[in-house]
């Protein structure tokens, strides 16, 4: 992973990743920031709604919604389908 002007623990990133997903180093190396970005958000709120931190089920749900750009950023592309509505591919 290149170095970037944000301070972030690359280690600490990897444990998280691998302990979660079963990912190698060389496959995490392969993500964007975006995309690393998005997965620890979902993992850290999944382990606050498990332990009882979430303030509400709403609050939660709000923070667990994905835009389209967060999807973009996870590498998705938007595409218009034969019935005329948009979705994205991951």
């Given at each position: 992973m290149a170095t970037s002007d944000?301070?972030?623990d690359w280690a600490e990133v990897v444990d998280i990743l691998s302990r979660e997903y079963g990912w190698t180093i060389d496959y995490i190396k392969t993500?964007?920031?975006g995309q690393i970005t998005l997965l620890l958000?979902?993992?850290k709120n999944r382990y606050e709604k498990q332990n009882g931190e979430?303030?509400?089920s709403e609050d939660l749900e709000k923070d667990n919604e994905l835009s389209i750009s967060d999807f973009k950023a996870m590498g998705g592309k938007e595409r218009v389908?034969?019935?005329g509505r948009t979705e994205i591919i991951i």
């Amino acid at each position: 992973m290149a170095t970037s002007d944000y301070d972030i623990d690359w280690a600490e990133v990897v444990d998280i990743l691998s302990r979660e997903y079963g990912w190698t180093i060389d496959y995490i190396k392969t993500l964007d920031l975006g995309q690393i970005t998005l997965l620890l958000r979902t993992i850290k709120n999944r382990y606050e709604k498990q332990n009882g931190e979430a303030s509400s089920s709403e609050d939660l749900e709000k923070d667990n919604e994905l835009s389209i750009s967060d999807f973009k950023a996870m590498g998705g592309k938007e595409r218009v389908r034969e019935d005329g509505r948009t979705e994205i591919i991951i």
